[in-house]
């Protein structure tokens, strides 16, 4: 996973902010990324915060706790399909 560094530009930067870790890149949802997921066996969702793909998310799902970063904003990928996430590639 690529992360963005620290405003001093370290990627774990310990003078800044002691114990802070660099935040990962939020990355793009895209229409095929929600498709993949709509048509995969497994039940996929992604979060909102940090662009994470999540497991066993219902297609209806709102705001479940993403595994990755804590953050309630993972949803089902038919409900953000839904919600016109993915738009245009």
Do not use: N, W
């Not at 690529?2 to 935040?23: S, T, V, W």
């Not at 309630?72 to 590639?89: D, P």
């Amino acid at each position: 996973m690529a992360y963005e560094p620290c405003l001093c530009g370290a990627e774990e930067c310990h003078h800044c902010f002691p114990g802070r870790i660099a935040m990962p890149k939020k990355r793009r949802l895209t229409l095929s990324m929600i498709m993949e997921a709509i048509e995969s066996p497994e039940y996929l969702g992604f979060c909102l915060a940090c662009g994470e793909q999540a497991e066993g998310v219902e297609p209806d799902a709102c705001a479940y706790e993403c595994e990755a970063c804590g953050a309630h904003k993972v949803y089902g990928a038919e409900e953000l399909l839904i919600m016109g996430f993915g738009g245009t590639e």
